[in-house]
T-cell receptor
Framework: GQNIDQPTEMTATEGAIVQINCTYQ??????LFWYQQHAGEAPTFLSY????GLEEKGRFSSFLSRSKGYSYLLLKELQMKDSASYLC???????????FGTGTRLQVTL | DGGITQSPKYLFRKEGQNVTLSCEQN?????MYWYRQDPGQGLRLIYY???????QKGDIAEGYSVSREKKESFPLTVTSAQKNPTAFYLC????????????FGNGTRLTVT
């Protein structure tokens, strides 16, 4: 089976930096995705990691350590519009299946 | 503009009735997916299809059925056998290749009473 863990909720201040962690136990790991989802809306793609290291894309960065089964999403210069759920998803094997964690609800406050 | 269209946005049904959720994409994507989202449980995979006329069960396929007669369309039927059908249903597609992300529709919120 597969297990993906994320914190349920986090709170951070506007302008600050926040790190959202994701740990996974899977067989046949083949890539990790981060998505953002505002309440009642569709998830939107943020980042993809398949090799160890940091991927940076503007204010968002994502890190992967395959040996530790660990990833994080780093959000810098937080804005109120960043209040959303952040979903970690893992692809395994050669199948097209993507398994999602339960998501982390981030609230950005003034 | 290309995208994924799910209709309707809100759907209400009586218990015991089958209901079909529509999903259409004009992105020319090969693979299509249906996920269900419940509070506190994240997205769970119901069915997916990698090519026309072929589909596979996901993690929670019981009580659901799908068809993939056309590349653009992947309708999901929620049957009366599904014990807890009230949920937010998301359809997604992807082009292909391991690094291609899922593109999601705006979802259908189904309420069964």
């Amino acid at each position: 089976g597969q297990n993906i863990d994320q914190p349920t909720e986090m709170t951070a201040t506007e302008g600050a930096i926040v790190q959202i962690n994701c740990t996974y136990q899977t067989s046949g790991f083949n890539g990790l995705f981060w998505y953002q989802q505002h309440a009642g809306e569709a998830p939107t793609f943020l980042s993809y990691n398949v090799l160890d290291g940091l991927e940076e894309k503007g204010r968002f960065s994502s890190f992967l350590s395959r040996s530790k089964g660990y990833s994080y999403l780093l959000l810098k210069e937080l804005q109120m519009k960043d209040s959303a759920s952040y979903l970690c998803a893992v692809r395994t094997g050669t199948a097209s299946k993507l398994t999602f964690g339960t998501g982390t609800r981030l609230q950005v406050t003034l | 503009d290309g995208g994924i269209t799910q209709s309707p946005k809100y759907l209400f049904r009586k218990e015991g009735q089958n209901v079909t959720l529509s999903c259409e994409q004009n992105l020319n994507h090969d693979a299509m997916y249906w996920y269900r989202q419940d509070p506190g449980q994240g997205l769970r995979l119901i069915y997916y299809s990698q090519i026309v006329n072929d589909f596979q069960k996901g993690d929670i396929a019981e009580g659901y059925s799908v068809s993939r007669e056309k590349k653009e369309s992947f309708p999901l039927t929620v049957t009366s056998a599904q014990k807890n059908p009230t949920a937010f249903y998301l359809c997604a597609s992807r082009l292909g290749g391991f690094n291609s992300p899922l593109h999601f529709g705006n979802g259908t919120r189904l309420t069964v009473t």
